[in-house]
């Protein structure tokens, strides 16, 4: 047998024995206690001085003006079970358990947190889930300490994990047997307003983080990074840069990037929540390389928010164990009109990742691809059907002849820019650009540029 052969033989092998495994990802869960299917929509979808005050009736499993009710959240802990319970590694919940509803006291807060805790625990008796804080649930600047949170998931968790998160709500868990390290962050401290934004380094987080890096580097060990509120902007709000409660504070977002462009060789997945969005992100290198990625996951939460609500979602990832390298990942929703006419929850599978974008590969370099084809003309067909998936096939939200080249744009750039002063100049440059080829080009070129802009609405 020659050398060749023989090598060739030994990477097949190799391949062979990587094992292959799963973990759940569900995140914004806003359980809402007080949701009632004769309560007002208008007004949380509680009933009001007793009755129900409500234009039309409400359903069981929700209504996308209002939070989760535990028949919704109930529903999704079995699906998770029901279609891939035992044969996982772990579960992401990223954060914001409770609902954004305000007036509530921190021992609410704190009761709705051990109540999602009690379910996600005996649904999966014998897997990890590791949680992460979202800007909803109990902190600091909502009455309680960490430590109360600390509590609520010991079970879960390390005697070290436990200690960061009662000092700063962020710890590091290694696997037994493993070299894959998740790094669960507090991104809360680092938005717009924050009880701690004028402190450089809030909590202490950003020195710990970089020691964490470092070490694992050292250790040749590979890095989950995960949090509830991701950095850069929010792609479905228009134009808009940095809003209180939405979006990283910009010397913040300046040092996440720093940090996941010097370790971008050991960080091989992004995980956060909180935009209620289907969407991903892409981090460059100086020379402009794509370096890293970032998935953002749906909410369970179909709440209508400013830019629009949501089918419910869950994520079930596909991914090497030995390096954590994510392979694949499948993407379930509930149709929440139907689950509602038929008072029965079925969750079906949306789409899975890669033969929906026809993606070889799940990397920083094939996304990419895909977000610089949703600017051209023989893309935007795929942009639609990003557009679809971004609102979990909503019926008004994911249509995708609701997205006009604006709006096109701000998916683009907010993919391709996370820093927030790259974001604008491509919004200007991608506006400025399309207003170049309209004005200068003769009347066959305008004809074939609107023609990509109808091929933008096409359903």
Known sequence: MGIYQLLLGLLFVSAAQAKIGYFWHITDIHYDEHYSSTGNSGKNCWRTDGAAGGARPLGRFGDYNCDSPWALVQSAAKAMRDKHGDNIEFVLWTGDGASYTGGRSSDHQLQVLKNLTDLLRHTFSSQFVFPVLGHEDPNPGLGQSYGEVADLWSHWLPTEALNTIGRGGYYTFEQKGKKLRLVALNTNVYVKGGILSF????????????????????????VYLVGHIPPGVDERQSGALVTPQASFQEKFNRQYLRLVRKYSDIIVGQFFGHLHSDSFRIIYADTGRPV???????????????????????????????????????????????????????WQQEYNLTNYYGLGEVSAASLNELAESFITPEGSQLFAKYYRANSVQQPYSSDPRNCDLSCTFNH?????????????????????????????????????????????HAS
């Not at 694992?216 to 060990?221: G, L, N, P, Q």
């Not at 928010?305 to 030995?322: E, M, Q, W």
């Open 199 to 222: 402190d450089d380094d809030p909590i202490g987080q950003w020195n710990w983080l970089e020691n964490v890096l470092d070490k694992s580097r050292k250790s040749k060990e590979t």
């Open 292 to 346: 890293s990625w970032m998935f953002i996951a749906p909410a369970l939460s179909p709440r209508r928010i400013p830019s629009g609500a949501n089918n419910p979602g869950l994520r079930l990832y596909k991914f090497n164990t030995d390096t954590g390298q994510v392979l694949d990942y499948v993407q379930y929703y509930l149709d929440l009109v139907a689950a509602n006419q038929r008072g029965q929850a079925d």
């Open 412 to 456: 683009y750039c907010a993919v391709t820019r996370v820093d927030y002063a790259e974001f604008q100049s491509c919004l200007e440059a991608e506006t400025s650009a399309f207003s170049a080829r309209t004005s200068r080009t003769p009347l066959w070129g305008v004809v074939a540029t609107l023609s990509f802009a109808a091929a933008c």
